[in-house]
């Protein structure tokens, strides 16, 4: 999943590797975020090798794109859903 846009722009070196971490939590296999001024900053003093970035092609075609309005977007918060359960002398931690 390939993630651009202002919002994603604007954050930070952290919140990016977060998102693209969540990847996997929707089925991914890797996250990207195409490198700017941000990662630059982040690689400085973090790396003497040299490096190139690599971008999506003008070309590219992708399976899905979909655009979201983030502006609309309420935060939320996950609930975990667990239950223990005492079955033949243990204790058994149950997620629903």
């Known amino acids: 999943m390939e993630f651009v846009g202002s919002t994603v722009e604007s954050l930070t070196m952290e919140e990016r590797m977060t998102l693209c971490n969540m990847v996997i939590e929707a089925g991914g296999k890797n996250g ?30 992708f399976f899905s794109d979909y655009r979201f309005d983030v502006s609309k977007l309420e935060p939320v918060v996950a609930k975990v859903c667990w239950r223990i359960i005492f079955c033949n002398r243990h204790l058994l931690l149950v997620f629903l």
């Open 32 to 61: 990207v975020v195409p490198a700017d001024e941000t990662t630059f900053k982040y690689l400085e003093g973090k790396t003497s090798v040299d490096y190139e970035p690599v971008y999506s092609d003008a070309q590219a075609r």
